[in-house]
C-alpha cells in the first residue's frame, strides 16, 4: 500500500503547527521523519490518524484520497501506530491487549481469547518475536512491551507502521532488535512511517529521509548524509555536535557516597547499595536505562528521599538527613529531569523562576520584601548571557520552549556558588542547538573544579560528557568503567550484564 | 488591577535575523495572542460570567412576576402587552436593586438618598475580609471552606476581649481585634498543619472543624463562667462595651462603621504580602507547582500552615467585624450570617487577586444592600439575588460554558 500526504496543513490558533508537508512512503519501504522536538512531527502524524483533522491538503491511500474522522478510521483503513508512551493495559495479558478495542465474541457474548492467542502467536511466530500471549505486559521489559504494540497494530492488518519515537525508551541491544524487526516488516511489504530526532538511527534504518523544521519539510537528503549535514538541516544552521573538552584534572574527592538504599513508601528499594565518589573537576555519568535508580539516586542527594541509609559526604559534610534547603545551602545545584515539574513554576515569569532556590535571605530577598530591582537586573543579565529567548524577563516560562526553559534552570543553577552539580536528564526535549549550549556549560562548569553527577538515558551524552561512567541496573551499580569504553560493553551492562575487568 | 496582570507575550522563539517576513507575521500574531489572552482570560470569564448570570436572573424575575404571566396568557394577540410587561418587571428589579444598593433617588433628603451606598460598603467589608482569606488560600493551593468555624472563633474570642478586659478604647478596641485575629488564625493555621503534619485534605478538615467551631461558641455562649450573658438562659453574650467597638464613620442616623477601613487595609496589606514580600512568593510557588517548590528547597508543609493561619486571621477579621461593628448586641452562633461561604464565591469571581476581591466584595454588598430594597418594592423574592450569586459561581467554575456560550475560541491543544 502506498501512503501519500500532500500539503497538509495544521494550524493551531495562529502557530501553523504543518505548513504544506507532502511526503510518500511505499509498501516495502522505510521513511525516516527527522526533526527536533516541536518540529510538528507528532502533529503531522496525529493529523494522519484522524485524531486531528487537516486544515488543508489530503491524505492518498493508493491514490485514493481518504478522509479519517478518529483513530477508528484510520486503523480500518490499515494505518497502525506505535505511540511513544505505549497505550497497553499493564494488568492485561498479551492476548488480552492485542485483542483490545476489536474483540471477537463468541455465543452469548463470551470473549474468543483462544482466537487471539493464536493470532498473537501466528504474527509472532513470523517475525520471531517469542512473544508469550498469556503474559502479563506489566511483567515484561519494556523493549517486549513495544512489541506488544506492534503485533497489536499487525493484528489489524496494519499496512502502513507509524513508530513514534520508538527507540526513547530502549537500550542499546533493544534498539538493534528493533531495527531488525523494522528490516523483516519492510520485506514483508509493510511500509514504514519511523519518527525520530536521532541521527544515527534514521541513518541507519531508513530508505528515504523527510526533514521537518518548524513545521515545513526543509529537505529530503539521501540516507548517505552525513551526521553534520542531518543536524545542520534539522536546526537550520551548522551544529557541532562533538562536545570539545579538555582531559579532566580531577582533584581530590568531594562527594562520597557509601551504600546508598533508598527505599520508597510501600518498601520497594530502588537504590541498593550503590558506593561511588566523585572528585573535584570530573564528570560521572550515570547510564543506565529510564527506571533503575537514577530518578531516586538524584533525589536522594538532594533530600527529596524520604527513607535513605547510608552516607553521603560532600565536602565532609553529611548530606544524608538534611532538608533540601541546607542540601542546596551545602552547596548543590540541581538540575531536575523533569523540567516541567520540578525545575519551573510555569505560571512565574522567567525573573520569578530565578529566584525560586533563594527566597530565604540575599541577594534577592531582604527584610522579606522581593527585591524587584535586584531580581530584575539579575534575570536580565543571565537572559543575555545564556541566550534565552524570550519576549523579556517578565514572560512565563510555560511559554518558552524546551530548550530556553531548561537554559533558564541551568542559568539559575550556575549562577550560585556550587560544591556540586547534579544534572539529571539536562538536555531531554530540548533542541540541538540548545544541547550544545548546555553541553558546553558543564563541561566549563567541571573545569572550574566543581564535581559533576550527569545521569542521562542518552549514551550518547554519557559518552560525550563523562570523564568515568557509571552503570546502574535494577538499582545496583553494575560498574563503574573509564570514559573510553566501547558502546557495545556499556549497552550490555545497561542490560545488567558484568563485563569483564570491569568491577567497581 | 494592575497586579501581576502582566501582558502576555506568547511569542516563545524569536525568529531569526534572515526571516524577516516571519518577523512582521510573528510580531501580528503576537498583538492578537495578546487580545486573544486578555479576552478569553479569567478576567473576562468573571465578566461574562455576572452578565450571564443576570439574564438568567432576569428570567426567573418574569417567572415570578404575576403581570408577566397573565399577559404571557395572551401574547397571540396582543403582543406588545406581554413585551411591556416584560420591560417593566426587569427593569424595575434592577432599578430597585440599584436604589437599594447605589444612590435612592427618591430620598426625602440628602443623607437618605446617599445611605444605601453606605449600606453596600457596610456589607461589603466582611464580604472582602473573608474573601481575602480564602482566596490568599487559593493561591498556595488551599481550598479553605473553613470559613464559618474561623469566623466564630475569632467573633468569640473578640467578644470575650472586649466583655472581659476594662480599658481605653485605644487599647480596648485593637487588643479585641488581634485578639479576635489570633484566635480565627489558629483555627485556620490547625487545618494547615494537619495537612502539613499528616496529608489530611483540608476541605475535609476545614468543614469539619466548622461543626466543632459552631458547637465550640455555642458551649462558651451556654456557660455562664465563659461567655454567657450573666444572669441569662439564651446562648447570647452580652453586649459589646463602647469601648471596644468599631466607631461609626458618618454619624449615628447611618450604620457604616470603621470596618470599611479595616478591610481597605486588609487589601493592601494581601496585596503587599503575596506580590511583594518573600512568604507571598513561596505562597504562589506551592499554589502553582509544589514539586518545584519542594525542590528548590522550600518547605511545603511549613507553607501551607503559614497560609492557613494568615488566611484564618484574614476571615477571623470577617467575624470581628460582625461582632465589634454591625451587630454590637453580644455574640451569638449566627454571627457569621453566611459570610464564610459567601466569601468562597467571592475570593473566585475575584480570580483569588486582593484588588479582584475588593472589586467583588462591593459587588456582592450591593446585591445583599439591593436585594431587600427588591423585595420591598417590587415584591421579587430576595432569593433572586442568591440565585444570581450561585449562577456566577456556576459559570465561573465551568469557564468552557461560558465561553461555548459566547463563543469564545478554545485554545487546542498542540
Keep these: ?504 | 488591577m494592575s497586579e501581576d496582570t502582566k501582558p502576555p507575550a506568547p511569542e516563545a522563539e524569536r525568529p531569526p535575523e534572515e526571516e524577516q517576513q516571519k518577523i512582521v507575521v510573528a510580531r501580528l500574531a503576537t498583538t492578537r495572542e495578546l487580545l486573544r489572552e486578555i479576552t478569553t482570560g479569567p478576567v473576562m470569564t468573571a465578566f461574562l460570567s455576572l452578565v450571564l448570570a443576570m439574564v438568567v436572573g432576569s428570567v426567573m424575575i418574569l417567572f415570578t412576576d404575576e403581570h408577566v404571566r397573565s399577559t404571557a396568557g395572551y401574547i397571540g394577540a396582543r403582543p406588545s402587552d406581554f413585551f411591556d410587561a416584560v420591560w417593566t418587571s426587569i427593569s424595575g428589579a434592577y432599578e430597585a436593586m440599584f436604589r437599594g444598593a447605589i444612590y435612592n433617588s427618591e430620598g426625602l433628603d440628602f443623607q437618605a438618598r446617599i445611605r444605601p451606598i453606605t449600606e453596600t460598603l457596610n456589607f461589603a467589608a466582611p464580604l472582602i475580609m473573608a474573601g481575602l482569606g480564602v482566596g490568599l488560600a487559593f493561591r498556595a493551593g488551599l481550598f479553605n471552606i473553613g470559613g464559618r468555624g474561623q469566623m466564630l472563633l475569632a467573633g468569640a474570642g473578640a467578644g470575650w476581649v472586649a466583655i472581659n478586659v476594662d480599658a481605653p478604647t485605644a487599647i480596648h478596641l485593637p487588643l479585641a481585634i488581634i485578639a479576635g485575629m489570633v484566635v480565627g488564625g489558629l483555627w485556620g493555621g490547625l487545618a494547615g498543619l494537619l495537612k502539613a503534619r499528616t496529608g489530611a485534605h483540608e476541605v475535609i478538615v476545614t468543614i469539619m472543624l466548622n461543626y466543632v467551631g459552631y458547637y465550640l461558641v455555642f458551649f462558651a455562649l451556654s456557660e455562664q463562667n465563659i461567655l454567657q450573658q450573666k444572669g441569662s438562659i439564651n446562648p447570647k453574650s452580652a453586649p459589646m462595651p463602647d469601648s471596644a467597638v468599631l466607631p461609626k464613620l458618618l454619624g449615628v442616623r447611618f450604620n457604616l462603621h470603621a470596618g470599611i477601613i479595616l478591610a481597605l487595609v486588609a487589601v493592601a496589606v494581601t496585596w503587599w504580602l503575596l506580590n511583594r514580600s518573600a512568604w507571598g512568593y513561596r505562597f504562589r510557588a506551592v499554589g502553582a507547582n509544589p514539586s518545584a517548590a519542594r525542590a528548590a528547597g522550600i518547605d511545603v508543609g511549613r507553607t501551607y500552615t503559614t497560609v492557613m493561619l494568615i488566611a484564618g486571621g484574614l476571615v477571623g477579621l470577617a467575624g470581628v467585624n460582625q461582632v465589634l461593628g454591625t451587630v454590637t448586641s453580644g455574640v451569638s452562633v449566627d454571627l457569621d450570617a453566611g459570610i464564610g461561604f459567601d466569601a468562597i464565591t467571592v475570593a473566585l469571581l475575584g480570580r483569588s487577586r486582593p484588588l479582584g476581591i475588593l472589586a467583588a466584595g462591593l459587588l456582592f454588598g450591593a446585591f445583599k444592600a439591593g436585594g431587600f430594597a427588591m423585595q420591598a418594592s417590587e415584591n421579587i423574592p430576595v432569593d433572586i439575588v442568591l440565585v444570581i450569586q450561585s449562577l456566577i459561581v456556576l459559570f465561573i467554575a465551568a469557564p468552557p460554558l461560558v465561553k461555548a456560550i459566547f463563543r469564545i475560541p478554545v485554545k487546542e491543544a498542540a
Design chain 1, 1 to 504: 500500500m502506498k501512503l501519500a500526504l500532500r500539503d497538509v496543513t495544521k494550524r493551531f490558533g495562529t502557530l501553523v503547527a504543518n505548513d504544506r508537508i507532502s511526503l510518500t512512503v511505499e509498501s516495502g519501504e522505510i521513511h525516516g521523519l527527522l526533526g527536533e522536538n516541536g518540529a510538528g512531527k507528532s502533529t503531522l502524524m496525529n493529523v494522519l490518524y484522524g485524531l486531528y483533522q487537516a486544515d488543508e491538503g489530503e491524505i492518498l491511500l493508493d491514490d485514493k484520497p481518504v478522509h479519517f474522522r478518529d483513530p477508528g478510521d484510520a486503523i480500518a483503513a490499515g494505518i497502525g501506530m506505535v505511540h511513544q508512551h505505549f497505550m497497553l493495559v499493564p494488568v492485561f495479558t498479551v492476548a488480552e491487549n492485542v485483542m483490545l478495542g476489536h474483540e471477537a465474541t463468541g455465543r452469548f457474548g463470551i470473549l474468543d481469547i483462544d482466537a487471539a492467542r493464536k493470532r498473537v502467536r501466528e504474527i509472532s511466530d513470523r517475525f520471531g518475536f517469542h512473544l508469550d500471549p498469556d503474559a502479563l505486559v506489566e511483567n515484561l521489559p519494556v523493549g517486549i512491551q513495544q512489541r506488544v504494540e506492534i503485533v497489536k497494530a499487525l493484528s489489524r492488518d496494519a499496512r502502513v507502521l507509524v513508530l513514534d519515537e520508538p527507540t526513547a525508551v530502549l537500550t542499546p541491544q533493544e534498539t538493534d532488535d528493533l531495527m531488525q524487526i523494522m528490516r523483516q516488516l519492510k520485506e514483508s511489504g509493510t511500509a514504514i512511517i519511523f519518527i525520530t530526532h536521532k541521527l544515527r538511527e534514521i541513518r541507519e534504518a531508513a530508505d528515504r529521509i523527510t526533514v521537518i523544521r518548524r513545521g515545513a519539510v526543509v529537505g529530503e537528503p539521501p540516507p548517505s548524509a552525513s551526521n553534520a549535514e542531518l543536524a545542520a538541516m534539522m536546526v537550520g544552521r551548522p551544529v557541532e555536535l562533538t562536545v570539545h573538552k579538555d582531559p579532566a584534572q580531577p582533584g581530590p574527592a568531594a562527594l562520597t557516597v557509601r551504600d546508598l538504599r533508598v527505599t520508597d513508601d510501600d518498601g520497594h528499594v530502588h537504590v541498593d547499595g550503590v558506593s561511588f565518589e566523585i572528585r573535584r573537576g570530573e564528570v560521572l555519568g550515570v547510564a543506565g536505562v529510564q527506571g533503575n535508580g537514577q530518578t531516586e539516586l538524584t533525589e536522594a542527594l538532594l533530600g527529596l528521599q524520604a527513607h535513605v541509609e547510608g552516607s553521603m559526604v560532600l565536602d565532609d559534610v553529611e548530606l544524608r538527613g538534611r532538608s533540601v534547603r541546607r542540601v542546596l545551602d551545602a552547596g548543590v545545584g540541581f538540575i531536575p529531569e523533569d523540567r516541567q515539574g520540578e525545575g519551573l513554576v510555569g505560571e512565574f515569569s522567567i525573573a520569578e523562576n530565578m529566584m525560586l532556590n533563594r527566597s530565604h535571605g540575599k541577594p534577592f530577598v531582604s527584610l522579606g520584601t522581593v527585591q524587584q530591582r535586584a531580581l530584575n537586573a539579575f534575570a536580565q543579565e543571565r537572559l543575555d548571557q545564556y541566550d534565552i529567548r524570550a519576549s523579556g524577563i517578565d514572560q512565563h516560562a510555560a511559554q518558552l520552549s524546551g530548550g530556553n526553559q531548561q537554559k533558564v534552570i541551568v542559568a539559575r543553577e550556575l549562577s550560585r556558588d556550587l560544591r556540586l552539580l547534579v544534572a539529571a536528564q539536562p538536555t531531554r526535549g530540548v533542541d540541538v542547538g540548545s544541547i550544545e549550549f548546555i553541553h558546553k556549560q558543564i563541561v566549563a562548569t567541571r573545569d572550574s573544579g566543581v564535581p559533576v553527577l550527569l545521569v542521562s538515558t542518552e549514551l550518547d551524552e554519557i559518552v560525550a560528557l563523562s570523564d568515568r561512567i557509571m552503570v546502574l541496573y535494577r538499582g545496583r551499580v553494575v560498574g563503574i568503567v573509564p570514559a573510553g569504553t566501547p558502546r557495545e560493553t556499556l549497552g550490555l551492562m545497561m542490560a545488567g550484564e558484568q563485563p569483564e575487568g570491569s568491577a567497581a
